[in-house]
RNA sequence: GGAGAGAUGGUCGAGUUGGUUUAAGGCACCGGUCUUGAAAACCGGCGUAGGUGUGAGCCUACCGUGAGUUCGAAUCUCACUCUCUCCGCCA
């Protein structure tokens, strides 16, 4: 959420980020229902400041044993014409709130402006990819072979965009969880969370997912009850509602979640293997910063998320997002993409994003610099720090032999009684 | 799921026959006086948000959330949420 005073003072930078994002929003509109609002609010502000002065009176005279009929006749007028406004006041409160709640986070200047994915910037490319001398098979054929990994049965028990792990393919995927919280927690410093795999509206709201996109989230039956599309939207609302020490910032949480997205509008892509889930593992890493140091806090947090690619001997590639495809509550977001074989191309495996005071806002997430100072809100941040699944899948298809095979990277062998091929 | 108790500013906590409570008071914290320094004592300050004004300031709202009664609600009514205690069920 933006500020509302920001807006006020200097609409023409909400102008160009909206058009710049390829987005629509009636901003003149908009200013208008806020001045019609200030209108009302002094109009209303001063008859209840009339209605206090004055209903003092009433016990006063009552004690003094004059007659208050006419003061009580002329009060009730008062009242009518009050509600009457107030009611008008909040209509128009609620219209401004939710059109707020549509308005997307303004892109940071040197985000390069663009209309899709084609126009992103890489910034850096780290390992090479590899040259097979066979015929490499996709991952999907090699975890069938290797019967690891069984979307069959899944679809049987569940539906299409699930997935049974088996065998050495559910202890693949495990040793990449432990791996990666035990990379974040012990070198770079986060402290893990497991959080709750469901939330509630508000906290939805809070991170940026509703209200405009609940066509992509599950909602449970019977309850307000939200399945988590990432790990982010529980590690960013812990704080919700809350003003923070600014001696524990930064604050910093890995967190493992399952993943659930609806995937709405995707169908027909990647309908095949583990790149396109409608449950998915992931490791998150969540920031909460100083405004003046969260884009030193992303590049160390997109640092931190690049060590795991490394770590494994996966190629990628660092790419930022240009404004037609940053996220709608990101200010500035990096992208990882890891080379995937069976697509020959890089792939996003991670999102690394500052969200400034976007999310801060709408969750009331604050801190004070010093005791009589006034409270500000923080910058949250987060990123992949990966997307398991399609981590297995890359670890499947780069590590692959001509005999079907699959070497385990050094790294991992520890998480997996020391086994160093999945056969 | 059943029964009961509760929710007031950073924290503790008063206020519930509706009207000088204008949310008292304590603690914590900040500034000052005193002191070699500190403590104590004393004096002053100290919630959030919105609006308005060049400005000191002024005004409005907020006592878990949302409706309602009333000229007037922390206080009365209704619904809901959450917390605690006990019982039941359960991994």
């Known amino acids: 959420m933006l500020d509302i005073r920001a807006i006020r003072n200097n609409p023409e930078i909400l102008k160009e980020a909206i058009e710049k994002r390829n987005s629509k929003f009636d901003v003149e ?55 009457e406004i107030d009611s008008q006041v909040k209509d128009i409160d609620n219209e401004i709130e939710s059109e707020l709640l549509t308005i997307p986070n303004i892109p940071n200047a040197a985000v390069p402006v663009g209309m899709s994915d084609a126009d992103n910037l890489e910034i850096r490319k780290w390992g090479e990819p590899r040259k097979f001398d066979f015929e490499p098979k996709p991952h999907w054929d090699i975890g069938e072979d290797l019967d690891i990994i069984d979307p069959t049965t899944a679809a049987k028990v569940t539906g299409t965009r699930f997935t049974f792990y088996k065998g050495l393919g559910a202890r693949l995927e495990r040793a990449l969880v432990n791996f990666m919280l035990d990379l974040h927690t012990t070198k770079h410093g986060y402290t893990e969370v497991f959080p709750p795999f469901m939330v509630h509206r508000n906290s939805m709201q809070g991170t940026g997912q509703l209200p405009k996109f609940e066509e992509d ?124 074989p069976s697509y020959n191309r890089y792939v996003e495996i991670s999102s690394c994003s500052n969200f400034e005071s976007f999310q801060a806002r709408r969750a009331g997430i604050r801190f004070r610099r010093g005791l009589n100072e006034k409270p500000e809100f923080v910058h949250t941040l987060n990123g992949s720090g990966v997307a398991i699944g399609r981590t297995t899948a890359c670890i499947l298809e780069t590590y692959q032999q001509p005999d079907g095979t699959v070497v385990i990277p050094e790294i991992l062998r520890k998480y997996m009684n020391d086994l160093d091929v999945i056969k």
């Not at 009580?72 to 008062?78: G, R």
């Not at 493992?256 to 892509?269: Q, T, V, W």
């Not at 890493?285 to 770590?311: G, H, I, M, R, W």
């Not at 240009?322 to 990101?330: A, H, P």
Request: aromatic share 8%; charged share 30%.
């Open 217 to 340: 989230a599950f909602k449970v039956a019977n309850t307000e009850y939200f399945l988590i599309p990432t790990a982010e939207v529980p590690v960013t609302n812990m704080y919700r509602e809350q003003i923070l020490d600014v001696k524990n910032l930064p604050i910093k949480h890995a967190a493992y979640s399952a993943c659930f997205r609806a995937e709405a509008g995707a169908a027909g892509r990647d309908t095949r293997g583990l790149i396109r889930q409608h449950q998915f593992n992931k490791v998150e890493l969540v920031k909460f910063t100083l405004p003046e140091d969260s884009y030193n806090e992303l590049e160390k947090l997109t640092n931190d998320a690049e060590e795991v690619l490394q770590l494994l001997g996966l190629p990628y590639r660092v790419v930022r997002l240009c404004t037609g495809d940053l996220g709608f509550s990101s200010a500035t977001t990096y992208d990882l993409e890891v080379w995937m």
């Open 29 to 83: 509109g908009f200013l208008k229902l806020d001045e019609k609002r200030r209108e009302l609010l002094v109009v209303v502000e001063q008859m209840k400041g009339k209605q206090n002065a004055d209903s003092k009176l009433i016990p006063q005279y009552k004690k003094e044993g004059k007659d208050v009929s006419a003061l009580m006749n002329e009060m009730k007028e008062l009242s009518d014409k009050i509600k």
